[in-house]
């Protein structure tokens, strides 16, 4: 016997989209519209999640300016969140409403905003970074010295490709960077022999077992046919096989 949904509905019917998926599907396709990156989208997609989920799913075009104030001074004095990180939901916030719902947020006046923190950058030393740098192996190596020598972000390094070194000119070319822009960057001149050959703590190719077998004795390899025959010109005889080779 087969058992009927609990709400009534036949077992082919398609439940229609709620409000958050709707909502969602909308900010991402006004995103893609704009040529946003990847990250921005996920950032953007998450608070507005968060904002919907926060009301019980309601539909974000029926809240205002007070729904808003609240939720983001929830984040600063419920959730103890950094001023950055409250600055990024207002701006997606804004997004929302402003490119996605076609709404004005007016007088937010009054939004408890978390306090910006004045800390010095940790900054390594010349010694600091070779010693960091000489403890890695392989590909994650020279990731780390191009990072730390041209001063490429994590995601521009694992986008580089060949065209975009320039060995004659010591350069990089970043392309859809931040903010979709293209720039040139310095390329050291001490990792222009590591790409020459494989990274460092990486197996060098395998060998062949046997000599490589030409098509016919003495082709272009110079190695006789099988693993008992010697290079061709070598001087040395080697024990020829039946039937194999031209006269």
Same mark, same amino acid.
């Given at each position: ?22 909502? *969602? ?5 006004? =995103? ?23 009301? @019980? ?17 929830? =984040? !600063? /004095?419920?959730?103890?969140?950094? !001023? ?18 076609? #709404?004005?947020?007016?007088?937010? @006046? ?23 740098? /000489? ?5 994650? #190596? ?8 041209? &001063? ?17 000119? @010591? ?19 001490? *990792? ?20 490589? +077998? ?9 190695? !006789? ?6 290079? #061709?010109?070598?001087?040395?005889? &080697?024990?020829?096989?039946? &039937? +194999?080779? +031209?006269?």
């Amino acid at each position: 016997m087969s058992q009927e949904p609990a709400d009534g509905s036949a077992p082919g019917d398609e439940q229609p989209p709620t409000v958050l998926e709707t909502t *969602l599907a909308r900010v991402r396709e006004t =995103l893609h519209a704009r040529h946003l990156s990847p990250r921005t989208e996920s950032a953007c997609v998450g608070w507005v999640r968060r904002f919907v989920e926060a009301f @019980h799913g309601r539909d974000p075009a029926n809240l205002g300016v007070e729904e808003v104030r609240a939720f983001l001074s929830d =984040l !600063a /004095s419920r959730d103890e969140l950094s !001023a950055s990180t409250q600055n990024q939901a207002f701006s997606a916030l804004l997004f929302l409403y402003r490119n996605v719902l076609g #709404q004005k947020l007016t007088n937010l @006046h009054g939004v408890v905003r978390a306090r910006p923190s004045t800390r010095v950058p940790a900054v390594l030393t010349s010694r600091e970074a070779q010693s960091l740098l /000489s403890h890695m192996r392989g590909g994650p #190596q020279l990731m780390g010295a191009l990072l730390y020598g041209a &001063g490429l972000r994590l995601s521009e390094c694992c986008r580089l490709r060949v065209k975009d070194l320039d060995f004659e000119r @010591h350069e990089i070319t970043v392309r859809d960077g931040k903010g979709r822009k293209d720039r040139v960057t310095l390329l050291p001149t001490k *990792l222009i022999r590591r790409f020459a050959g494989p990274p460092r703590g990486c197996a060098p190719p395998a060998r062949p077992r046997w000599p490589l +077998r030409p098509r016919w004795p003495g082709g272009a390899c110079g190695y !006789a046919d099988g693993p008992d025959r010697t290079p #061709q010109g070598s001087g040395r005889p &080697g024990r020829a096989r039946r &039937g +194999r080779g +031209r006269p």
